[in-house]
């Protein structure tokens, strides 16, 4: 098959390695990470323009390679050329392997933020247009990096009153997939852990998910959208469901 998989660059090295080894050929483009943060109305018309610009009958599929993601997947249509979309509600289901998987880590930690090699590589402020809220809070920076850019007063208040988007977190866990550049970015995530005095674990993930995504093996944790059709959250474990889209 000839598919297009348009994708968050937090998968871009798992991705990219996966590519390499997928019977198929896939032609790949990655958007910033910070697309996300910037809300579903301005993530789903971005989106929807690179699905459309895909030419008719030039691909077998198109693969959107993100969760459900706060609804921002919602509504895309399949035009002329299906789409295939892993059931999850964000990336660390496609981290870990499996819904199940991510479920039964989550209910048992709560108060838990998720690292990977991807958000840490790829967590640039300005990767889509402008600083994230949690950017400008300073969440993801040392403390050493706020006395930097900020002053060592302003680090201090920043630091003590890190805003609401933190106050219910009290761990870090980075998922390990196997990549040996894990090492680097597992230190960097115990790290950040450290200085904001949160408990850290590391975890074993799985990139089995995301293989069979790219190698074509869509089995039901997979969503395939015909044309004509588009994606709506399902409001349970499967997560999304196509439906009738806005010209049908």
């Known amino acids: 098959m000839h598919l297009k998989l348009i994708c968050c660059e937090i998968f ?45 009958g030039t691909v077998d599929a198109i693969l959107l390679g993100y969760g459900l993601c706060n609804n921002g997947i919602a509504r895309l249509e399949a035009r002329h050329t299906r789409l295939v979309v892993p059931r999850a509600h964000d990336c660390i289901t496609l981290f870990m392997g499996s819904r199940r998987r991510y479920r039964e880590y989550f209910d048992s930690h709560p108060g838990t933020y998720y690292h990977t090699s991807g958000w840490l590589e790829r967590n640039d402020p300005n990767s ?95 969503l395939i959208v015909e044309p004509g059709q588009s994606i709506a959250p399902s409001y349970n474990e499967g997560v999304v469901k196509a439906v009738p889209g806005v010209g049908s």
């Open 12 to 56: 871009y090295r798992e991705a990219c390695r996966l590519i390499a080894d997928s019977p198929h050929r896939i032609d790949v483009e990655f958007l910033p990470k910070g697309l996300h943060d910037q809300g579903v109305e301005k993530m789903r018309p971005r989106l929807q323009e690179c699905i459309d610009a895909v030419a008719p």
């Open 128 to 222: 889509a247009g402008g600083e994230t809220v949690q950017s400008k809070l300073g969440l993801f920076m040392r403390y050493e990096e706020l006395v930097e850019k900020y002053g060592e007063e302003n680090a201090q208040y920043i630091m003590e009153t890190m805003g609401d988007g933190v106050e219910h977190y009290d761990q870090i866990t980075f998922v390990r997939v196997g990549l040996p550049s894990d090492a680097i970015f597992q230190a960097e995530a115990e790290r950040a852990a450290r200085d904001k005095g949160w408990k850290f674990e590391a975890v074993e993930g799985s990139l089995d998910l995301l293989r069979r995504f790219l190698f074509g093996e869509w089995n039901e944790d997979f």
